[in-house]
Each structure stands twice: as structure tokens, then as C-alpha cells.
């Protein structure tokens, strides 16, 4: 405190003022609410597993479409006009293509960056596919779309789905000779469709095909609605996940009702971020040094040619390769006709995915099972469900084999119809077979964790017996150990129970309970799985005398180590 002479008043220090982006931090907060919002949100912790970057790479690679692509949609022009090309490249000069084509041959050749942006993006496409996929088989094998996360898988369901229509409208875009044969795919499979096909052909192409309409309709779908779409979806996913959490792994200290993990800020954000600039580097090395649709290669799209080696991208091959190994076979009434080589399997591939979409729900109402699920399961302690994932792959990249069986003949030598047949039969016995070596599998190594628990780890030192017996020496578990290898569920099938009541009155069942107990039996009944090591049996080994001899050292803690 100081005295003013001239006033003989006292003159107190004043508070320094804040710097200008406190204030406006207080501004905002004042009307926002963030830091109240930040200071409960951004410490909130996440469980941490190394099969999580799957969902990462798919948000990553994402990003850097919707990056790519604001940079591509300013020099292509969505234009069927026709008109002589006098560029550039000279091979095309004097030939007449699409404005559409055309624009797509100056963003490779003339426009700066404009060939590592294309290849970039498309790249981007191909793992965007790729991730969502390996992505939600994770979240399948675990068993992470239980309660509460059904809503999640159906978000995550659709965004896949939507992503192969926006890879499909995306390609077909150059109107080169490859994209315009798969948009002669796709109205093939559109025509036949009864009654309404045809309708449904002149609505997309606006009269015959290919005409004029297809390129600028295919345009605003791929840049505006599908991204759009993809968008809000991802978006709801990931506020759905920061609500839920991932589900975690089994271990010590970890429960249904807590997490064990690292908080979101700093940790989980920095990792998050320089994971992107990983991400989105490598995309960039795969798009400089590798290169992808050279449209200059295939020519502008005539309908009266097709290219040889046609081929969709990979996450569009199953549906092309069930209808290469189809039969033709065709319906003729009334004066129409009726191409069931095309119909089938133009409808067989959107129910399969519907039946992958349909299945957390399916399982919550054979198991009857209400509760909250924030525990992932181990692929190996459900053999069914983990064959039942596989073979579906497998059946996926069977039909994968057959949407390029020309490719497979021309490299590796091989006849087109014997691929054909090969696709014809492996397409019902690959995934049965792949079926029953993974449940196989699986069994089998629920019987070593089984003997694992109950006897310890194989320590490969032998031991001789008084009685001249030799026995291999087992190291204990520890208590972490033998909670990840027993905490597992295994619920007893659902029952229909005996065929008449008490007062011998017979029981009214209904298809649907027989149908229910059906399916629970196959999932969780007698030869679905092996029964998992208990106390008591650990209890009996050691009491009997039979345990496989113990390390020196090691006989207290044995003692107070017992599965759960």
C-alpha cells in the first residue's frame, strides 16, 4: 500500500487484467458451458487394446476422403457431353469421351498434385472398406454389439453398407472403359428386377442406356448425400462409443462396472493424433508409389466394347463373383422373361449383410440375456459363434475368387471353367468346412487353457517320482492369469421344458419357442465348447496326489491360487 503525495490518498495495487483469450475462454464459458463440460469429459478414461486401431484407421482414413476429395471436386466436371480431346496426353488427342473423362485426364496430367490426390483418395477408399470390415468382424468375434452397443453395430452396419454404395458411385465417376462396364453391371442387375427393374433403369440413366443423366446424378450422390450420410453416422457412432466406452478384456481389477484405461485428455488425444499423421502419411507413400485406376490406360467408355481384366474394387467382388458362377438360368411366361442367373444373386448379397446386421439381436433372443455386457469375450470360448464369423469370410472370399476368375486364368494358366465350377462348389462346402475347423480350433484351445488352469505351465523340466514314475514339473499361475483363462460365462442352453404340466395337461408351445431352443442348443449345447476348469476339480487334482509335481518354492502359493 502507498500514499499519493500530491492527494494524500492511498492508492491500492489493482489485479492484473487477463490476456485477451482468457477472456474470451470466460466469454464462451459463460455461454456455452465448456469448461464445466471439459472438466468432466475430458478425463474420461478409455480401456486401451491394440485390435482398437482397426475403428481408428477407419476414422483416419475417412477423414482424408472428405480431405481428397474437397481438392478433386474442384477441377472434375460431372458432364456427359461429348467432345475431342486435345490434350496433354497425347495417345488420347484426336479421340471423343465425356467432359467427364476428360476432366479426369487433366486433374492427372495437368493439374499440380492432381494424379498423388486421385490415388490417394482412392487408396483411402479401399482402406476405408477394409477397416470397417476387419473392424466389425473384432467387434463380432468379441462379442462387443451386446447390450447396451446393438444400436452402435447397427450404426457401424450401415456406414459399411453405405460406404460400398459411395466406392461404387465413386469409381464409376471417370466414365472410363472400366467404371462405365461396372455401371453396365449395376443396370444389368437393376433389370432384373421384376415389374419394376426397367422403371427403376430409366428413373437412374434418365431414358436408355448409358445416356446423359447418369454422371452429374452419380456426382451429387457421391459428394454430397452418401458422405453426408456416412458422416452423420460416424459421428453418432463415436458419441455412442465416448458414451459406452470400448469394451475391455478380461484382467485384474476389471468388471462389468468399471474401466480400466487411460483418460482422454492427454493421453488417449495424443495417441489418437499422431496415429492420424501415421495414418494419413502412409496413405500418401501407398498413392505416390503405387499406382491405382489408370483411367489414361483404359480409354474413354464405349458401350458396344468392354475391357479385358474388369474387375470392381475388392469390396465389391463378392456380388460381381456371384453372379459370374450363376447358372443363366431364366424364367419365361406370359411373355416375359424372368433371369434368375442375374435375380438370385443380386438379392442373396444384400441378405447376407441384413443377416449380419440382424445378428446381435438374434442371439440377445435365443440367450434371453438382458444385462449390460462391457467384458469382451475371447474368440476362442464361443467355438459357434467364432466358426459362424469365419465362415462367412470364407464364403466372402470364395466369391471374391469368382468375381476375377478371369484374372486367375489368364496368371496362373488355369481353365475358366473349372474356376467356375471350383467357386460353384466351394461357395456351399468352404464355409461348412471352415465351419467345423474353427470350432475345432477353438475347442482345442479352451483344452489347453483348461489344463493350463488346472495344472499350471508346462515348465519342460522333468521329474522322476519315489516310485519311478517321471512327470513333467508345472510352473503355478498366477492370480491375473487364471482369472483371464476361467471368467468366461457358459450358459446353459434355453429348455422348452417337459411336454405336459403337472396335471398332465399338454403344454402349448409355439413355433417360435421350438425354433429358440433350437438355435440355443447349437450355440451353447452339448459339443458347442469345453467345459472350463472350476475350484472344486483344482481342488481334487491337488488333493489326490496326481498334480504334475511344482517348482521349488512354489507349494504355498499353489495353495492359494484356484480358479474361479
Same mark, same amino acid.
Given at each position: 500500500?502507498?500514499?499519493?503525495?500530491?492527494?494524500?490518498?492511498?492508492?491500492?495495487?489493482?489485479?492484473?487484467?487477463?490476456?485477451? /483469450?482468457?477472456?474470451?475462454?470466460?466469454?464462451?464459458?459463460?455461454?456455452?458451458?465448456?469448461?464445466?463440460?471439459?472438466?468432466?469429459?475430458?478425463?474420461?478414461?478409455?480401456?486401451?487394446?491394440?485390435?482398437?486401431?482397426?475403428?481408428?484407421?477407419?476414422?483416419?482414413?475417412?477423414?482424408?476422403?472428405?480431405?481428397?476429395?474437397?481438392?478433386?471436386?474442384?477441377?472434375?466436371?460431372?458432364?456427359?457431353?461429348?467432345?475431342?480431346?486435345?490434350?496433354?496426353?497425347?495417345?488420347?488427342?484426336?479421340?471423343?469421351?465425356?467432359?467427364?473423362?476428360?476432366?479426369?485426364?487433366?486433374?492427372?496430367?495437368?493439374?499440380?498434385?492432381?494424379?498423388?490426390?486421385?490415388?490417394?483418395?482412392?487408396?483411402?477408399?479401399?482402406?476405408?472398406?477394409?477397416?470397417?470390415?476387419?473392424?466389425?468382424?473384432?467387434?463380432?468375434?468379441?462379442?462387443?454389439?451386446?447390450?447396451?452397443?446393438?444400436?452402435?453395430?447397427?450404426?457401424?452396419?450401415?456406414?459399411?453398407?453405405?460406404?460400398?454404395?459411395?466406392?461404387?458411385?465413386?469409381?464409376?465417376?471417370?466414365?472410363?472403359?472400366?467404371?462405365?462396364?461396372?455401371?453396365?453391371?449395376?443396370?444389368?442387375?437393376?433389370?432384373?428386377?421384376?415389374?419394376?427393374?426397367?422403371?427403376?433403369?430409366?428413373?437412374?440413366?434418365?431414358?436408355?442406356?448409358? /445416356?446423359?443423366?447418369?454422371?452429374?446424378?452419380?456426382?451429387?450422390?457421391?459428394?454430397?448425400?452418401?458422405?453426408?450420410?456416412?458422416?452423420?453416422?460416424?459421428?453418432?457412432?463415436?458419441?455412442?462409443?465416448?458414451?459406452?466406452?470400448?469394451?475391455?478384456?478380461?484382467?485384474?481389477?476389471?468388471?462389468?462396472?468399471? &474401466?480400466?484405461?487411460?483418460?482422454?485428455?492427454?493421453?488417449?488425444?495424443?495417441?489418437?493424433?499422431?496415429?492420424?499423421?501415421?495414418?494419413?502419411?502412409?496413405?500418401?507413400?501407398?498413392?505416390?508409389?503405387?499406382?491405382?485406376?489408370?483411367?489414361?490406360?483404359?480409354?474413354?467408355? %464405349?458401350?458396344?466394347?468392354?475391357?479385358?481384366?474388369?474387375?470392381?474394387?475388392?469390396?465389391?467382388?463378392?456380388?460381381? /463373383?456371384?453372379?459370374?458362377?450363376?447358372?443363366?438360368?431364366?424364367?419365361?411366361?406370359?411373355?416375359?422373361?424372368?433371369?434368375?442367373?442375374?435375380?438370385?444373386?443380386?438379392?442373396?448379397?444384400?441378405?447376407?449383410?441384413?443377416?449380419?446386421?440382424?445378428?446381435?439381436?438374434?442371439?440377445?433372443? &435365443?440367450?434371453?440375456?438382458?444385462?449390460?455386457?462391457?467384458?469382451?469375450?475371447?474368440?476362442?470360448?464361443?467355438?459357434?459363434?467364432?466358426?459362424?464369423?469365419?465362415?462367412?469370410?470364407?464364403?466372402?472370399? &470364395?466369391?471374391?475368387?469368382?468375381?476375377?476368375?478371369?484374372?486367375?486364368?489368364?496368371?496362373?494358366?488355369?481353365?475358366?471353367?473349372?474356376?467356375?465350377?471350383?467357386? =460353384?462348389?466351394?461357395?456351399?462346402?468352404?464355409?461348412?468346412?471352415?465351419?467345423?475347423?474353427?470350432? %475345432?480350433?477353438?475347442?482345442?484351445?479352451?483344452? %489347453?487353457?483348461?489344463?493350463?488352469?488346472?495344472?499350471?505351465?508346462?515348465?519342460?523340466?522333468?521329474?522322476?517320482?519315489?516310485?519311478?514314475?517321471?512327470?513333467?514339473?508345472?510352473?503355478?499361475?498366477?492370480?491375473?492369469?487364471?482369472?483371464?483363462?476361467?471368467?468366461?460365462?457358459?450358459?446353459?442352453?434355453?429348455?422348452?421344458?417337459?411336454?405336459?404340466?403337472?396335471?398332465?395337461?399338454?403344454?402349448? &408351445?409355439? %413355433?417360435?419357442?421350438?425354433?429358440?431352443?433350437?438355435?440355443?442348443?447349437?450355440?451353447?449345447?452339448?459339443?458347442?465348447?469345453?467345459?472350463?476348469?472350476?475350484?472344486?476339480?483344482? =481342488?481334487?487334482?491337488?488333493?489326490?496326489?496326481?498334480?504334475?509335481?511344482?517348482?521349488?518354492?512354489?507349494?504355498?502359493?499353489?495353495?492359494?491360487?484356484?480358479?474361479?
Amino acid at each position: 500500500m502507498s500514499t499519493d503525495i500530491r492527494s494524500g490518498t492511498e492508492d491500492t495495487e489493482r489485479p492484473a487484467e487477463p490476456a485477451k /483469450g482468457e477472456r474470451l475462454a470466460d466469454w464462451a464459458d459463460g455461454r456455452l458451458g465448456i469448461y464445466s463440460i471439459a472438466r468432466t469429459q475430458m478425463r474420461k478414461i478409455f480401456p486401451d487394446h491394440w485390435s482398437f486401431m482397426f475403428g481408428e484407421i477407419c476414422l483416419y482414413s475417412f477423414l482424408v476422403l472428405i480431405l481428397t476429395g474437397i481438392y478433386l471436386t474442384m477441377f472434375f466436371e460431372p458432364s456427359g457431353v461429348e467432345v475431342v480431346y486435345h490434350g496433354s496426353y497425347t495417345p488420347l488427342s484426336g479421340v471423343r469421351m465425356t467432359r467427364a473423362y476428360e476432366s479426369t485426364i487433366d486433374i492427372s496430367f495437368d493439374v499440380r498434385g492432381g494424379l498423388l490426390i486421385r490415388q490417394v483418395h482412392h487408396w483411402s477408399a479401399l482402406v476405408f472398406c477394409a477397416g470397417l470390415l476387419v473392424h466389425m468382424m473384432r467387434v463380432f468375434f468379441t462379442g462387443s454389439y451386446r447390450k447396451p452397443r446393438e444400436l452402435n453395430w447397427l450404426f457401424g452396419w450401415t456406414i459399411l453398407f453405405t460406404a460400398l454404395i459411395t466406392g461404387l458411385t465413386g469409381y464409376s465417376l471417370p466414365d472410363d472403359l472400366l467404371s462405365g462396364t461396372g455401371i453396365r453391371f449395376a443396370d444389368g442387375a437393376i433389370l432384373s428386377i421384376p415389374v419394376i427393374g426397367t422403371y427403376i433403369s430409366f428413373f437412374l440413366f434418365g431414358g436408355e442406356f448409358p /445416356g446423359h443423366d447418369i454422371i452429374p446424378r452419380l456426382y451429387s450422390a457421391h459428394v454430397l448425400l452418401l458422405p453426408g450420410l456416412i458422416l452423420g453416422l460416424v459421428v453418432t457412432h463415436l458419441i455412442l462409443v465416448f458414451y459406452h466406452k470400448h469394451t475391455q478384456f478380461a484382467g485384474p481389477g476389471r468388471s462389468e462396472k468399471n &474401466v480400466v484405461g487411460a483418460p482422454l485428455m492427454p493421453v488417449y488425444t495424443a495417441k489418437a493424433g499422431g496415429f492420424f499423421f501415421l495414418v494419413f502419411g502412409l496413405l500418401t507413400i501407398m498413392g505416390a508409389v503405387a499406382t491405382i485406376n489408370p483411367v489414361w490406360a483404359m480409354g474413354p467408355y %464405349r458401350p458396344d466394347l468392354v475391357s479385358t481384366g474388369a474387375q470392381p474394387d475388392w469390396y465389391l467382388g463378392f456380388s460381381e /463373383g456371384l453372379i459370374r458362377v450363376m447358372p443363366g438360368w431364366e424364367i419365361n411366361a406370359w411373355g416375359h422373361t424372368l433371369a434368375l442367373g442375374v435375380l438370385i444373386p443380386f438379392t442373396l448379397f444384400p441378405l447376407l449383410l441384413a443377416a449380419i446386421g440382424a445378428y446381435p439381436f438374434i442371439e440377445a433372443w &435365443v440367450t434371453g440375456d438382458k444385462r449390460e455386457h462391457h467384458i469382451a469375450d475371447r474368440p476362442r470360448n464361443h467355438p459357434v459363434r467364432t466358426g459362424l464369423g469365419t465362415a462367412w469370410l470364407a464364403m466372402y472370399f &470364395v466369391c471374391l475368387i469368382g468375381g476375377g476368375n478371369d484374372l486367375w486364368a489368364t496368371h496362373f494358366h488355369l481353365s475358366i471353367n473349372s474356376i467356375t465350377w471350383f467357386v =460353384r462348389i466351394a461357395f456351399f462346402a468352404g464355409p461348412v468346412l471352415t465351419f467345423v475347423v474353427t470350432k %475345432r480350433i477353438c475347442q482345442g484351445l479352451q483344452l %489347453r487353457d483348461r489344463e493350463k488352469a488346472l495344472h499350471g505351465r508346462e515348465s519342460g523340466i522333468i521329474k522322476r517320482l519315489p516310485h519311478g514314475e517321471y512327470v513333467e514339473v508345472h510352473e503355478p499361475l498366477d492370480q491375473g492369469q487364471l482369472y483371464k483363462l476361467t471368467h468366461h460365462e457358459q450358459p446353459a442352453p434355453y429348455e422348452l421344458g417337459p411336454e405336459v404340466d403337472e396335471n398332465g395337461v399338454r403344454r402349448q &408351445v409355439t %413355433r417360435s419357442q421350438r425354433l429358440r431352443a433350437k438355435l440355443a442348443k447349437a450355440l451353447y449345447g452339448p459339443g458347442s465348447h469345453i467345459p472350463k476348469a472350476t475350484a472344486e476339480e483344482y =481342488r481334487q487334482i491337488q488333493n489326490s496326489g496326481h498334480g504334475h509335481g511344482q517348482l521349488p518354492g512354489h507349494e504355498e502359493q499353489r495353495q492359494e491360487q484356484q480358479p474361479r
